[in-house]
Structures are given as C-alpha cells and as structure tokens.
C-alpha cells in the first residue's frame, strides 16, 4: 500500500532560492517538453522520453540528466491523469499544458533521508535540508519503504511529499459489506445510513465549481489569471474535505467491523445521471475519485477490502422489495412503503446486488498542473 507523508522543509534563504531555482528550470523543462507530447500524441514515459531526452538535456545542461528523466516523467504522468479525466479528444488536438510552478518531482536517484534531513539534487549540488519530524512524520517514515516525492512550495513555504511503500495489513476475515455512494445529492452516504456533507461542504464545493465556470466561459486574460489562482485554492479545498470525508466513512466500517468496502465504479457517472447542466457541471470527476481513493487507502490500512461495483439501477431500485421506486431529489420513496435518503438507499443497492467490476483500477491522481493552456 502507498501513503504519502508531508514533510515540512526548514530552509531559509539562501537555500530556499536555491530550491526556488531548481524548481523555475524544472518547470522551464516541463513546458519544454510538452509540445513533443502534443505533437506526437505521446504519454508513455518511455516513448516520450525517447523523443525529448536529447533536446531537454541539451536545453537545460544545469539540470542534470536524472532531472531531465523527472520532468519527462512529469509530463507524462500529467497527460496520463488528463486523459483519464477525459481530457484528451481522440478527434481533436491534445491540449496543452501549462507547467507554472510544477512540483518537482524526485526519485531515488535525486533525494536521500538521513536523520530529519533530506538531501536533495539541486542546480548548485546536492543540498541537506532539514525537516520537521513530529510523531505522526516519524511513524509513517518508520512503517514504509520511501519511493519516490514531489517538492512543492505553498505560501512560501517549501515541503517534501514523500510516497511511502508500507507492508499491507492482514486483511479483515469476517463481517459485513458497507455500501458507499459518492456524489449525487450529498458528498457521500452508506448503507448503514449516514450521510456525509450534504450541506456546507457540497455548498462549498458547489461554489467554487460555479466561480470557476463563470471565469471559465468569461475567457478574458484577467479571468484565466483569476482561475489559476482559485483552481489551486479550491483543489486544496475538495482535497481537505476529501480527507475528512473519506476518515468519516473508514472509521464507520470499522466501527461495524465490515470487512468490505463497495463503491461505485464512476466510469459510468455521466451516463448514469440524466440531468441538468447544473448538476452534470456538479460531477467534478477527479474529486469523486479522489474521494474514493482516500476511502480506498484508508480502507486498506486497516485490511478492510475495496471492492468496486457496477452502479447501474442502483439509484431508482428499492433497497427493501426490488422493485423501481421513485426520488425526488434527496427523497426515495416505494410503494411497498420504504421511504429514505435517496443517496443511503443507493448505498444499500451498492452493497447489495451491484455487480463487482473488479477489485483495483488505475490510480488517478489529482491534477497537478496548474491550468491549460489554450488548445
Ligand atoms: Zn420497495
């Protein structure tokens, strides 16, 4: 299993230019190699790197030839996640990406950790920058096996995102299923009947996904500058509220001592939900599956298995009897006389009869790039 563990740089001046320099040339080489995806339609790491390699390197000779194999490996990854977020036309041009301050990315050959230290590459040499360990950061550092890390700098203050490889857990042998329905009327219900922020979160949520249309169908150069900034805020806002979520749900079915978790396979989502331009605006895919993928991490730390499901008819099925039931909204009412949240009786079909889709699929990350640039 991978969890990622935030470490907190302490690095002052002059060190923190020297980080902020690496970074600006990281970011040079990214959108350098950007227009050869494009044009060539390429994300595979290693073909991408076959095309871009010789050029980049020779560009940006500071960089050093590890950091040039980090940048093409961030493009990719980058288009990879945009195209599973359906952002790449099989009939169209692929976008461009922009890449202002790209989190840098690392592999073992580029950082080490040595006591509440982090080596890292830098354009000047390998720098030792210290951070701050308290007892959560030691724990995880002690409990996996450190891969590869991301720096990124936030308000000015710099950290270093480490994945972690931990060992996983026995899994847990009996108890029940718990069903999870993401979404629709609130972020996410169960079938043991707890509904997670139907209220000020979705507002919240709802609000910034308005804004950013709003700027979005604006098109001005003063509306793209005001996206970019909101798109980082408002990222940084469904993530927190992600994880709140997600450590909501998790702790309920170990609580009930489930040894299974279902959610729905969300390639379906579009499709399953007919409905206004508002509400279909409102299927912020990657934030549904980031939900999910918290749930799913949490969920395997504790050996509770993830299973994902088909979720077809189980929104208008009646949770009781079987039969096609009627929602209004957040209502869903039957003949046979069930009446219940509409989200929680879905959750109910999910653990129940859906069909299992598999129990893994690909990992989509969160976008990590900071806009599109025109296409
Ligand atoms: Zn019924």
């Known amino acids: 299993m991978k969890r990622t563990v935030s470490l907190k740089l302490l690095s002052e001046p002059p060190q923190a230019d020297r980080l902020a320099n690496l970074a600006a040339m990281f970011s040079q080489a990214c959108n350098a190699v950007v227009p050869l995806a494009v044009e060539h339609r390429c994300w595979n790491r290693v073909a991408l790197h076959h095309l871009a390699y010789y050029s980049i390197r020779k560009r940006f000779p500071n960089l050093g030839s590890q950091m040039v194999c980090n940048a093409i490996y961030r493009v990719a990854s980058a288009y990879k996640t945009l195209k599973a977020n359906n952002g790449i036309a099989k009939d169209r041009p692929v976008p461009g990406i922009s890449f202002d301050r790209a989190a840098v990315h690392f592999d073992h050959r580029t950082y080490s950790l040595r006591d509440g230290a982090v080596s890292l590459f830098t354009l000047s040499g390998r720098e030792a920058v210290p951070f701050v360990c308290g007892t959560h950061q030691a ?3 002690a409990s996996g096996e450190p891969r590869e890390a991301e720096l990124v700098c936030r308000k000015g203050q710099w950290f270093f995102q480490l994945v972690l490889d931990i060992p996983d ?11 999870v329905d993401v979404g629709e009327n609130s972020l996410a219900a169960t079938s043991s009947g707890k509904v997670f922020g139907g209220g000020k979160l979705r ?14 169908s604006n098109g001005s150069r003063a509306a793209k500058r005001k996206m970019r900034a909101i798109s980082g805020r408002e990222r940084r806002h469904v993530e927190h509220v992600n994880h709140e979520v997600s450590r909501a749900i998790v702790q309920e079915a170990h609580q009930l001592r489930m040894r299974e978790i ?9 499709d399953r939900i007919r409905a206004g331009k508002r509400v279909r605006a409102r299927l912020h895919r990657w934030a549904f599956r980031q939900l999910q993928d918290f749930v799913a991490y949490k969920a395997e730390a504790l050996g509770i298995l993830v299973v994902y499901v088909n979720p077809a008819y189980t929104s208008q099925t009646c949770s009781v009897c079987g039969a096609i039931g009627k929602r209004d909204k957040h ?8 009446r219940r949240h509409a989200d929680v009786n879905a959750s109910v079909n999910i653990a129940g009869f859906a069909e299992p889709v598999g129990p ?3 990992v989509v990350n969160q976008p990590e790039f900071a806009h599109y640039a025109s296409a």
């Open 139 to 141: 724990n995880l550092l």
């Open 203 to 216: 507002f919240e949520r709802d609000r910034y996904l308005a804004h950013r249309r709003r700027l979005q």
């Open 169 to 179: 857990v026995a899994p847990v042998s009996e108890g029940g299923v718990l069903g």
């Open 262 to 270: 279902r959610m729905e396979d969300l390639t379906h989502i579009r």
């Open 331 to 338: 209502d869903f009412s039957c003949s046979c006389g069930n």
């Open 360 to 362: 893994a699929r690909a």
